[in-house]
């Protein structure tokens, strides 16, 4: 095959990529979601602690909140750029480029005291998260079927729960021993990443003209697709809430050790790995509706346990509940939205998935802090529990996903 041959077939060019350099890239393919993991679970036993650093400023607890959480802004945007850069500059510029801005942008708190510099920090590695979260998953889309996607995408969302569960655990170890700064050291995993991004990548390209290459055609393509990224905004942001919220309601009822919330949250972490784990079966069996309804289900039973936690054990066990709705709300949709785009079209759809899950993420707190400060902690996981009651009986009446696929969908 000829290097103009790889640039225009990029299933086969990387399938062509085998050996050692095969394992190196799968090991990218699969570091999109853990490194999106490592995000918010790495300071999450930390947020007090940053709040009481920024004591001096106004709304220090509001400061911690947005700095745990502005990476989602970050995030938000880069999905769908990144998906849009894909069809332009092509993966391996795109990949490079997101985990040299990871390992900056995340490493950046060792140092940052300014509250102006550290958030700008966690908007860049948020936003290359999202670069290379998009393109982790169309390098598993162009290169395997769908049985195949499916696996990788599991795997993908497994292993993410396993550094999620690896890094709150260890920034604990960490923050107690060392200050709420050291956990920043975790963000240089992605360096050698990005060795292992340099050397096993091709330079390919989706399509030397795209399918809707201006923002009007694009829109008009995936019109089809938007309920479900409705669905997304509206769910997506209980998967950061045990990261969010949990320190605070552990907070509320005097637990105060780091090391005791980095378990709690974990525990959120474990869940998703089995769950995740699980998807593949679970999917061939419930179909796309059950599995929805599942998730549900699982963030019901989670925040319902939650509302009603007063000790650590309550509290892990509504982590481990959401952690079961976590672990397949990731992989569910990024396989329902590769089966149903074309090729052309995959890496923006991918790229809106993300873009809308972080957009959740990031409206999170303006949602769920007025329900603490009406309800309390514990009330507001109540109030999230009702609603989502209400959404579960609703996908009973009306099936959800009954929308069709968007061109080929196979290749």
Request: hydrophobic letters at 55%.
């Amino acid at each position: 095959m000829t290097p103009a041959d790889e640039q225009d077939d990029p299933q086969r060019a990387l399938r062509a990529i085998d050996g050692w350099r095969g394992w190196l890239l799968i090991a990218v393919m699969l570091s999109g979601p853990s490194l999106m993991a490592l995000t918010f679970s790495t300071i999450a036993p930390v947020l007090p602690m940053i709040s009481a650093h920024f004591r001096d400023q106004a709304g220090s607890t509001m400061l911690a909140q947005w700095i745990m959480t502005t990476p989602a802004i970050g995030l938000m945007l880069g999905a769908p750029i990144g998906g849009w850069s894909i069809d332009r500059i092509g993966p391996r510029a795109m990949t490079i480029a997101a985990l040299a801005g990871f390992a900056g942008g995340g490493s950046a708190g060792l140092w940052a005291d300014h509250p102006a510099t550290l958030l700008a920090s966690r908007f860049v590695m948020g936003f290359s998260g999202a670069y290379l979260a998009t393109a982790a998953t169309w390098l598993i889309g162009a290169r395997y079927d769908e049985i195949g996607r499916r696996r990788l995408i599991a795997a993908q969302d497994s292993l993410a729960g396993i550094t999620a569960m690896s890094a709150v655990l260890l920034a604990g170890i960490m923050a107690q021993t060392a200050g709420w700064r050291a956990p920043f050291m975790i963000y240089l995993l992605a360096v050698p990443l990005l060795l292992a991004a340099v050397a096993s990548i091709p330079s390919i390209y989706t399509s030397r003209q795209a399918t809707g290459s201006t923002p009007a055609e694009l829109l008009s393509h995936l019109r089809p697709l938007w309920p479900i990224y409705l669905i997304i905004v509206a769910i997506a942001g209980l998967m950061m809430m045990p990261a969010t919220q949990v320190p605070f309601l552990l907070q509320a009822n005097g637990i105060e050790e780091p090391i005791i919330r980095s378990r709690v949250i974990a525990c959120s972490a474990l869940a998703s790995i089995l769950a995740a784990a699980s998807f593949p079966v679970v999917r061939e069996r419930a179909g796309e509706a059950g599995t929805f309804r599942l998730i549900l289900a699982a963030y019901l039973a989670g925040t319902a346990t939650l509302s009603l936690a007063t000790s650590a054990e309550g509290a892990a066990l509504g982590c481990f509940l959401m952690g079961l709705g976590t672990g397949l709300f990731s992989p569910s949709f990024a396989s329902l939205l590769i089966a149903r785009t074309s090729p052309a079209l995959r890496g923006r759809a991918i790229g809106f998935m993300f873009g809308a899950v972080f957009l959740s993420e990031f409206l999170s707190p303006l949602v769920i802090l007025p329900l603490r400060a009406a309800l309390g902690v514990n009330g507001g996981f109540g109030a999230l529990a009702l609603l989502l009651a209400l959404a579960l009986f609703a996908s009973f009446v009306k099936r959800p996903f009954a929308t069709p696929s968007i061109g080929a969908a196979h290749g």
